[in-house]
T-cell receptor, first 119, second 110 residues
Framework: GAVVSQHPSWVICKSGTSVKIECRSLDFQATTMFWYRQFPKQSLMLMATSNEGSKATYEQGVEKDKFLINHASLTLSTLTVTSAHPEDSSFYICSARSIWTSGGADTQYFGPGTRLTVL | QKEVEQNSGPLSVPEGAIASLNCTYSDRGSQSFFWYRQYSGKSPELIMF????GDKEDGRFTAQLNKASQYVSLLIRDSQPSDSATYLCAVTSGTYKYIFGTGTRLKVLA
């Protein structure tokens, strides 16, 4: 149980184009999903918290107009990187929050990640 | 600023030994503590969580929590080369958002 998928797993795009990444919780409903970015040899950096049916909450320093997040249903959140530039190249990882984890802790399950390369 | 600290490593242990990974946190009110394993180029996968003082065992893994000293540790018994990865400690502190440590790189030598 608690499987999260992400699509695509990797994408290469030209500078100035937009890229959409999907995150799905496959076997549980996730009222909250999170989007992280990870640069090589660094830890995960939380970009935003996505709540079903409401606007995302962005972390300080993350441009909400550049990283558009939509949480359309209890199992799907999308991240769109608009007008991507080479500095946006990174590993983007989503997670879905499950409050029904056996043992009681409020737990995040991570998708496999999307590697974005902007040329 | 709430912080979670881990030694970046690498921590090298021989195959079959016990690997001990440590994590300290700054907020005394932190509630839940998680250990994730991340292989190079992959996303984190949950190993286990703990929220009560003491030990919690799951197979070869044991998490230990000491709230008075504000540290949480992960022991890996009978370490295998396949355990070589970065181990991330995550803490929740007042919200359901995680505060991550920078991770400890573990190398298990065959």
């Amino acid at each position: 149980g608690a499987v999260v998928s992400q699509h695509p797993s990797w994408v290469i795009c030209k500078s100035g184009t937009s890229v959409k990444i999907e995150c799905r919780s496959l076997d549980f409903q996730a009222t909250t999903m999170f989007w992280y970015r990870q640069f090589p040899k660094q830890s995960l950096m939380l970009m935003a918290t996505s709540n079903e049916g409401s606007k995302a909450t962005y972390e300080q320093g993350v441009e909400k107009d550049k990283f558009l997040i939509n949480h359309a249903s209890l199992t799907l959140s999308t991240l769109t990187v608009t007008s991507a530039h080479p500095e946006d190249s990174s590993f983007y990882i989503c997670s879905a929050r499950s409050i029904w984890t056996s043992g009681g802790a409020d737990t995040q399950y991570f998708g496999p990640g999307t590697r974005l390369t902007v040329l | 600023q709430k912080e979670v600290e881990q030694n970046s490593g690498p921590l090298s242990v021989p195959e079959g030994a016990i690997a001990s990974l440590n994590c300290t946190y700054s907020d005394r009110g932190s509630q839940s503590f998680f250990w994730y394993r991340q292989y190079s180029g992959k996303s984190p996968e949950l190993i286990m969580f703990i929220y009560s003082n003491g030990d919690k065992e799951d197979g070869r893994f044991t998490a230990q929590l000491n709230k008075a000293s504000q540290y949480v540790s992960l022991l890996i018994r009978d370490s295998q080369p396949s355990d070589s990865a970065t181990y991330l400690c995550a803490v929740t502190s007042g919200t359901y958002k995680y505060i991550f440590g920078t991770g400890t790189r573990l190398k298990v030598l065959a």
